[in-house]
Each structure stands twice: as C-alpha cells, then as structure tokens.
Nanobody, 126 residues
C-alpha cells in the first residue's frame, strides 16, 4: 500500500523559511498528482498547493501565492514545499496527499486524494 511520510517541519520566526519534504513508498509518485494541505487548530483541512504528475502545472491557494513553491522529484519519489516569508497565519500541521495513477490536473479538495501522510507541524512565531 502507498505510504507517505512528511518531514521538515519546525519552529521558525516570522519572515523565515522552511522546506517540507514528503517521501513515498508502495506507490508510484511519478504517475500521481500530489498536493499539500494544512490544518490549524479550530480550522478544517485547507488546500495549500498542488502539482501535476509531471510538475509542469501547479496550483496555489491565494494565501500562499508568491511565498510557497511546490515541486517534485519523481526519480526520488519525493514531493517538496518550499515556504518563504512565513507568518504566524501559516502555523498548522501540513499534510502530504497523493492521487495515485492520475495523469490530469491536480485537485484542490481533500476528498479528491487517495492517500495522506501523518502530517508535520509548522509553527511560526512573531
């Protein structure tokens, strides 16, 4: 079965940067649409960014456009989220998601994805 494991979360000051990683096993990342979601206390799971199977097409939530970059390395079965200009509103648990064996545009809702990682905590202090 597909397994996703996030890493790279931590505590940073406002204005700082973090790079999240998501490694996969038991599936083929290279043929999958991938995404990052986040969930803060009191909120539902919020879309952050998505990327098509080949990496050519990306979609970002308005709240992170210009600050976050989603990318992938299919040869390494890895997904990344480079986060810059972080602010306290970015504090959340960040989740990696996969839509297995999908060749089209990535979705932006949680129910569209097949598999999820356990999440990694990102905390931004002011």
């Amino acid at each position: 079965q597909v397994q996703l494991v996030e890493s790279g979360g931590g505590l940073v000051q406002a204005g700082g940067s973090l790079r999240l990683s998501c490694g996969t096993s038991g599936g083929t990342l290279g043929s999958s649409a991938m995404a990052w979601f986040r969930q803060a206390p009191g909120n539902g799971r919020e879309f952050v960014a998505a990327i098509s199977r080949g990496g050519a097409n990306t979609v970002y939530a308005d709240s992170v456009k210009g600050r976050f970059t989603i990318s992938r390395d299919n040869a390494k079965n890895m997904l990344y989220l480079q986060m810059g200009s972080l602010n306290p509103e970015d504090t959340a648990v960040y989740y990696c998601a996969m839509k297995q064996a999908y060749w089209g545009a990535a979705g932006t809702t949680p129910g569209w994805y097949d598999y999820w990682g356990q999440g990694t905590q990102v905390t931004v202090s002011s």
